[in-house]
C-alpha cells in the first residue's frame, strides 16, 4: 500500500508543475508586454521632444543691434508772436482757430532760405496762406491727430509754392479750436 500513497504524490507533484509552469509564463508574457510598452513609451516621447521646438537661449553675447542715425537738426523761422485768428468753415456753428508759436523747419544748408523766411513782405504772405487755408477747414477736420497731420502737410506744400530760395520741411505751432 505503500506503492499507491507513492503514486498519488507523484501525480500530485506533476500536477504542481503544471501550474507553476503556467504562473511563470503568464508571468513572461506580462514582463513582455511591459517591456514593449515601456519601449514604445520612449520612442514616441523622443519623437514628441524631437517636433517640439525649443527656444534658443544664447548666454554671454548680446545682439548689438544697429544703430540707424537720426537725421540732421533743422533750422527753424518763426512767422510772428502774435499768431493768426481765423474762422472755421462749419456751416452748424461758428468755430475759431487761433494758431500761435508757428515756425517753419527746414535743412541747415538753406542759409538763403532763413533771410527769406525774415523778410516782413515774405512772412505776411505766408500768414496769409495760413488764413486761407484754415478757412477752409471744419472743426471736425481739426479734432483728430490725422486731420491736424493733415492740415500740416497741405500747409508745408502750399507754403513751399510761395518760397523761391528753399523749402520748408515741417511745421510747428500751437493750434487752439474755440
Known amino acids: ?3 499507491p500513497k507513492k503514486d498519488e504524490e507523484e501525480k500530485k507533484e506533476g500536477e504542481e508543475q503544471p501550474k507553476k509552469s503556467k504562473g511563470l509564463s503568464k508571468m513572461l ?4 508586454i511591459g517591456i514593449v510598452v515601456v519601449i514604445v513609451v520612449v520612442i514616441v516621447a523622443t519623437l514628441v521632444s524631437k517636433s517640439v521646438k525649443h527656444p534658443k537661449i544664447e548666454f554671454g553675447v548680446e545682439k548689438v ?6 537725421p540732421e537738426p533743422l533750422e527753424i ?4 508772436e502774435e499768431g493768426i485768428v481765423s474762422r472755421l468753415s462749419d456751416e452748424e456753428e461758428s468755430h475759431i482757430v487761433k494758431v500761435s508759436e508757428i515756425y517753419l523747419a527746414f535743412e541747415k544748408k538753406q542759409p538763403d532760405l532763413a533771410m527769406e523766411l525774415n523778410d516782413p513782405g515774405r ?3 505766408i500768414r496769409d496762406v495760413f488764413n486761407t487755408v484754415l478757412m477752409t477747414k471744419k472743426s471736425t477736420d481739426l479734432s483728430t491727430e490725422e486731420g491736424r497731420n493733415e492740415l500740416k502737410r497741405e500747409l508745408v506744400k502750399k507754403i513751399n509754392a510761395v518760397l523761391a530760395k528753399g523749402q520748408i520741411k515741417d511745421i510747428y505751432m500751437q ?3 474755440q
Not at 29 to 32: G, R, V
Not at 77 to 80: C, K, M, R, S
Open 1 to 3: 500500500m505503500a506503492e
Open 29 to 32: 508574457i506580462f514582463a513582455a
Open 65 to 70: 543691434e544697429e544703430r540707424v542715425k537720426p
Open 77 to 80: 523761422g518763426n512767422i510772428g
Open 123 to 125: 512772412k505776411f504772405q
Open 175 to 177: 493750434m487752439i479750436v
